[in-house]
């Protein structure tokens, strides 16, 4: 066969699958157009004028699972109405609970204005400057709408007040231990008060609130075994934490009473709550700023004048600045090696795998970067100044509340354990006793 011939077959073989190809379509176009016709005949002509295998299917029935389970419920409710009553009131009030809550959360907070637009309300933050708690306090207040001012008692932190930048956010020289200078700060203090203000040209003067004073002690405290803390480090602790917070308290409770302001105590309360051991400084420092605040409360009740303490947890503090202020205490305590062979062969273990855990579980909160959004703690501190009958006690961050039940309820051997705290034997540090000794009987022949 030539090469002509193969190549006029090759065109046939084309042509003859083009064939095929295209009947095959219209054959299928034509099957496609009868079948919907017939459909459509079946549906519009009436089904007593087909025969029976002509009529279209019936539609399937509808499935009776959905009306059983219906049936069966209205069944079990009729059954147990008490405790579908229960279940209805429990999950409707905690459904309102939680929408009021959100909506408490989420609703606008401003304090209130003089009648021509200006300022008029006054709170005065107790508490160092450098703290990330009166740092972040001062500033909400100031973008609330209050006059804040912040009790300094040197140079280096009425710079550090003024350093903020803030029209609205005041130091105020206080010196406790000057008592003439004292009392003539609080007379400058009340004359601000007291005196008419002309917040621009041409508007009315106005008067101004004292709303209320806020007492924030240091919130850092020395830890370890209680013979390695030094009297010294208790005398600092007593005086700047307790002894300060009732001066100041004393200074200010006469003004308090002109304006009924109210007084608010900000503590630390997981520590206190758990009663942990090596936190000896911590637990008696706020247990008696507790029974301070109390009796306060006790004796200002009779006035009308409110009295209020705020039980703190942790907070995220890493977007406040002055985080130097966060080192605490404690990391010096911390270096066990400082301690003297006995204390450290008899508390170190237990000291370090106390930390280990209270770290994991952020119960220091040393380096700020835990802990509930400071912004409940700002919409707390407002609420408690403006509500009309406020609680006594807040407690208000991440383990304020759970920590003090686990304290108050839990026993004390049970959270020991889960801290990491375990017994140790005495007949093991005798040989450190008994070295220490001789060493100091040839200290002494020397």
């Excluded at 405290?221 to 007593?238: M, N, R, V």
């Excluded at 009924?260 to 911590?282: D, G, N």
């Excluded at 049970?414 to 005798?430: F, T």
Aim: hydrophobic fraction near 40%; include cysteine; glycine fraction near 6%.
């Amino acid at each position: 066969m030539t090469s002509d011939d193969q190549h006029f077959l090759d065109v046939l073989a084309e042509y003859s699958q083009d064939i095929r190809r295209f009947t095959g379509d219209i054959w299928d176009a034509s099957d496609r157009h009868f079948a919907s016709v017939a459909s459509y005949i079946k549906k519009s002509v009436p089904l007593d004028w087909l025969p029976e295998y002509a009529r279209p299917a019936p539609p399937p029935p509808p499935h009776p699972v959905t009306a059983a389970y219906l049936d069966r419920l209205q069944h079990w409710i009729s059954q147990n109405r008490a405790l579908t009553a229960a279940l209805v009131a429990f999950f409707g009030t905690g459904g309102f609970l939680l929408w009021r809550e959100r909506r408490k959360h989420n609703r606008k907070r401003r304090a209130r204005r003089a009648s021509n637009g200006a300022r008029r309300e006054v709170v005065v933050i107790a508490g160092p400057p450098s703290s990330p708690i009166v740092k972040s306090l001062s500033l909400d207040l100031e973008r609330r709408g209050f006059i804040v001012y912040i009790v300094c008692s040197d140079l280096e932190e009425e710079q550090l007040v003024q350093g903020e930048s803030r029209a609205d956010v005041r130091p105020l020289h206080l010196d406790i231990v000057d008592t003439l200078g004292t009392q003539e700060a609080m007379d400058r203090f009340n004359n601000i008060l007291l005196r008419p203000h002309v917040a621009f040209s041409g508007a009315s003067p106005h008067n101004l609130n004292f709303r209320g004073l806020i007492l924030v002690p240091d919130l850092i405290y020395p830890s370890g075994p209680i013979e390695t803390i030094l009297p010294e480090l208790w005398s600092d602790a007593l005086n700047a934490k307790v002894l300060n917070t009732v001066a100041i308290a004393q200074t200010f409770l006469p003004t308090v009473c002109g304006f009924k302001a109210r007084v608010m105590v900000l503590t630390p309360s997981i520590i206190a709550s758990l009663r942990q051991p090596f936190h000896s400084v911590e637990t008696a420092i706020v247990n008696a700023l507790e029974g301070f605040t109390t009796s306060m409360r006790a004796e200002l009740r009779t006035l009308g004048i409110d009295v209020i303490q705020f039980k703190l947890g942790t907070f995220d503090c890493s977007n406040v600045g002055g985080k130097q202020h966060l080192q605490s205490l404690r990391e010096n305590a911390s270096d066990t090696d400082l301690w003297p062979t006995t204390t450290r062969r008899l508390y170190a273990s237990n000291y370090a795998s106390q930390n280990r855990i209270a770290h994991s579980r952020g119960l220091f909160n040393q380096t700020g970067s835990t802990g509930a959004s400071l912004r409940e703690l700002h919409n707390a501190v407002f609420d408690a100044l403006t509500q009309k009958h406020p609680r006594q006690v807040w407690r208000v961050g991440r383990g304020s509340v759970t920590y003090d039940v686990v304290g108050n309820w839990v026993p004390s051997g049970l959270v020991a354990w889960m801290l990491g705290i375990r017994r140790v034997s005495l007949s093991e540090a005798e040989p450190q006793l008994q070295d220490s000794v001789q060493s100091w009987e040839k200290v002494e022949q020397v």
